[in-house]
């Protein structure tokens, strides 16, 4: 059975930072991802990384402020988030695909397993 499990979301004020895990299981992954979703909004791509994780791709909105890594020996993807603003505040979901399932790192409907979500809220 495949699992994503996100940890690490929680309440901080503006310009702190927070550490959100997913722990995958159930199978081999290959990209894996972060995606967010407000209130009212709709699901918009955060980061990405490649299997390998040589490569890594993320949303402008949170380039130089987000990490994303992982850990194949722990099948954990992880999300550091630094210098966090009040309009990150969202639902945080992993998700990942199979291996050698394409290139499209930045469409949700792309990805075959969520996690249940994590909550991020940045207070001002």
């Known amino acids: 059975q495949v699992q994503l499990v996100e940890s690490g979301g929680g309440l901080v004020q503006a310009g702190g930072s927070l550490r959100l895990s997913c722990a995958a299981s159930g199978r081999t992954f290959g990209a894996m991802g972060w995606f967010r979703q407000a209130p009212g909004k709709e699901r918009e791509f955060v980061s990405a990384?490649?299997?390998?994780?040589?490569?890594?791709y993320y949303a402008d909105s949170v380039k130089g402020r987000f990490t994303i890594s992982r850990d194949n020996a722990k099948n954990t993807v992880y999300l550091q988030m630094n210098s966090l603003k009040p309009e990150d505040t969202a639902v945080y979901y992993c998700a990942a695909k199979p291996p050698y399932s394409g290139s499209n790192y930045f469409e949700w409907r792309s990805y075959a397993y969520w996690g249940q979500g994590t909550q991020v809220t940045v207070s001002s």
């Open positions: 990384i490649g299997w390998s994780g040589g490569s890594t």
